[in-house]
């Protein structure tokens, strides 16, 4: 099905976000699994799944539409601190909000509501979970402190029962 090439372009704009995205989560998965972090490392590799899924759908949906995926990947900051990653992820999200936001809009313009659906799960999951829980960390950070935020993202294991 050929499709609008103004969308599969954007739609290709997206898909470079959420490969950045996937890849950002994915180092700061491993690196909250380096340090112990469990509760973290669970939670931010699940993120890494979902980006995953949302680059696999917008890469379908450019193929459907007779486009070729542009497999560029955004740029990814990769942060020293656990705020600071926290950071790092949220900023991300919102740039991937903004950009499903204008891509929505592209695609209402030109009559693809097809695509519109996709991108308006994709901006219910960025805005209901992922940025949404990103902002409670930062929040309890701040509300707790930092040492007690951490300890709390401890996870005992049957090898490390004391943790």
């Known amino acids: 099905m050929l499709g609008n090439t103004e969308v599969i372009d954007y739609l290709n704009t997206l898909l470079a976000g959420e490969l950045g995205a996937r890849d950002q989560y994915f180092i700061h998965s491993r690196m909250y699994d380096e340090w112990s972090y469990k509760k973290l490392y669970e939670r931010i590799n699940h993120e890494m799944a979902?980006?995953?899924?949302?680059?696999d759908a917008l890469i379908r949906r450019i193929l459907m539409l007779d486009g070729t995926p542009d497999m560029r990947v955004a740029a990814v900051r990769v942060g020293k601190t656990v705020p600071e990653m926290l950071r790092f992820d949220l900023d991300v999200e919102e740039e991937v909000r903004t950009a499903l936001r204008e891509g929505i809009v592209i695609c209402e313009r030109v009559r693809d509501f097809v695509t519109r659906d996709i991108l308006l799960?994709?901006?219910g999951d960025t805005e209901e979970d992922h940025a949404?829980?990103?902002?409670?960390?930062?929040?309890?950070?701040?509300?707790v402190g930092l040492e007690n935020y951490l300890q709390a993202q401890l996870k005992a294991t049957e090898s490390d029962p004391a943790v």
Do not use: P
């Open 132 to 143: 949404y829980w990103l902002e409670q960390q930062l929040r309890q950070i701040t509300m």
């Open 50 to 55: 979902d980006e995953t899924m949302h680059a």
């Open 121 to 123: 799960a994709q901006l």
